[in-house]
Nanobody
Framework: QVQFVESGGDSVQPGGSLRLSCVAS????????MGWFRQAPGKERDLVAR????????TYADSVKGRFTISRDNDKNTVYLQMNSLEPEDTALYYC??????????????WGQGTEVTVSS
């Protein structure tokens, strides 16, 4: 079945950096775009970045543009999120999922456990 395993979250000070990883299985990874989502306490899960299936097209939420970079390695079934200049507002659980082709909805109902990012001084 479809599975996502996220890792790399940590507690950092404002201005710090983290690199998140997500290993996917149960589907043909290279056929689908991938996305990183985040959910802050008491808020809905929102898309922060997506990348197309071959890694040539990336889009970002306005709140993370210029600070976050999404990438993928199709040989490793892995998608990454490099996060720089972290702000307290980036504090959230971060998840990945495959993406629907023509909208910003996740493709699968299955979610991983997420990886926790806390930005605080």
């Amino acid at each position: 079945q479809v599975q996502f395993v996220e890792s790399g979250g940590d507690s950092v000070q404002p201005g710090g950096s983290l690199r998140l990883s997500c290993v996917a299985s149960g589907f043909i990874f290279s056929d689908y775009g991938m996305g990183w989502f985040r959910q802050a306490p008491g808020k809905e899960r929102d898309l922060v970045a997506r990348i197309n299936n071959i890694g040539g097209i990336m889009t970002y939420a306005d709140s993370v543009k210029g600070r976050f970079t999404i990438s993928r390695d199709n040989d490793k079934n892995t998608v990454y999120l490099q996060m720089n200049s972290l702000e307290p507002e980036d504090t959230a659980l971060y998840y990945c999922n495959a993406m629907m082709l023509n909208n910003n909805f996740p493709r699968y109902n299955a979610w991983g456990q997420g990886t926790e990012v806390t930005v605080s001084s």
